[in-house]
């Protein structure tokens, strides 16, 4: 049987620390969607860290189980040998052979004399291998409850304090969303019914729209801008008010958005609407919600608009992609770069 080592499992269980302090506030936008995910992601760490310590919890249980079992069949075991031995140096003390003992020391002694006298010291010597052997069992049953006592003991307080951490860090996420979701309120994007912004502005959600078809992302994805009936995947859309916040101080004026997130039908129609303009329905960005079409002077190729977005446009993860400066042009065209963001 192979035996645990407490120290082993007490270092196994030694909880997983997490850094979740932030040295200041995140002051914009962009710092409240990178604490956000930063936060999202420490949870997911700590999360899997518990599902992981709890499969070994479960392992090293299943080993000590296994222990204890092995040790009820080797006592079950001895018991039945044990038994008939009982029987044995019963009868014996109960017919002595003193007087044998004394024919043999006399010298008159016979064969079935010394066999007696053999068979005696050999019950007396498995006797006392019975007596070790059932100090052994003993001796094992008690360290391998202790075992199990301070195994679980360890298990309980290791869960404990990893299950503590997970609550700071998902209120902590929490925090941050809310402190998302009042910026993005204070700067006009629209409230649900609930009084609280579109759940799809929460940018933890980003990552998993990349699993959805194209064109066919849930309103429950998708962040409103503030331009009415605009929408976009959450990060792009946080990048994109930050951007329409610069360009509002420097035109006096909020960015002019005439397209942003399309569904596979808005795709099929503008498609159809506007040959060799548009993508092929089901591969255009705009079915991620990662791409714009803008007016209000910036469609006008080397504009003063169109300089400063593009311009400033990098520093909020929004590019003018390449082919849109040859072919097709499409100086209104506008993308963000989840890479590039995330940089940011």
Known sequence: MTSLSPGAAAAE??????????????????ELRREAEKAAKDLEVATK???????????????????????QAAERSFAQVRQPLSDLVGLLYQQPIGGDAASFLSGGSDVSMLRAMTDATQIVAERERVLEESSRLHAERERLAAEAQELRAGNLLSEAQMGAEIQTLQARSDKIVKSLTRALVKLGVKVDKTGQAAGGCNPTKAASIGDLPNGLIPKLYLCPLQQRGQELRADAAIAFISMNEAYRKRFGKPICVTDSYRSLAEQQSVYYRRPGLAAIPGRSNHGLGLAVDLCGGVQNFRSVEFNWVEANGK??????????????????????????????
């Open 315 to 344: 520093k909020f993860g929004w590019i003018h992609p390449k082919w849109a400066y040859i072919s097709p042009f499409e100086p209104w065209h506008w993308e963000y770069d989840p890479k590039l963001g995330s940089l940011l």
């Open 13 to 30: 269980r030694a909880p997983v620390e997490v850094q979740t302090v932030l040295t200041r506030d995140p002051v914009n936008l962009v």
């Open 49 to 71: 860290a518990l599902e992981q310590r709890r499969a070994e919890i479960q392992a090293s249980e299943k080993v000590l189980t296994a222990k204890l079992r092995e040790l």
